[in-house]
Nanobody, 125 residues
């Protein structure tokens, strides 16, 4: 069954770090770009970071550039989001996502083929 399963969320103080993990089924991982979206209460879901299938290209939202790093492990069908210097405004539900075509270069939630169930990240100031 094609699926994405996130882990690694939690509650931290501002300035701390967290690493989110996404386990993808092989059928998804081999054919799609991987990425992370987030949705804060009352706000639209937004793309945070995307990584191409080969891992050579990445996209980051301006709000996380220099603080977050997306990576992947092809041997394990895993994607990761390392989040450093967390801020209160990073508080949101974080979703692993997979897509192709426009997802890989111009990520919006409309281009997502698969969603994970989400993992909560709460940053207190």
């Amino acid at each position: 069954q094609a699926q994405l399963v996130e882990s690694g969320g939690g509650s931290v103080q501002a300035g701390a770090s967290l690493r989110l993990s996404c386990a993808a089924s092989a059928s998804i991982y081999s054919r799609h770009c991987m990425g992370w979206f987030r949705q804060a209460p009352g706000k639209e879901r937004e793309a945070v970071a995307i990584i191409s299938r080969g891992g050579r290209e990445t996209y980051y939202a301006d709000s996380v550039k220099g603080r977050f790093t997306i990576s992947q492990d092809n041997a394990k069908n895993m994607a990761y989001l390392q989040m450093n210097s967390l801020k209160a405004e990073d508080t949101a539900m974080y979703y692993c996502a997979a897509g192709s075509a426009y997802f890989c270069v111009r990520p919006t939630q409309n281009d997502v083929d698969y969603w994970g169930q989400g993992t909560q990240v709460t940053v207190s100031s």
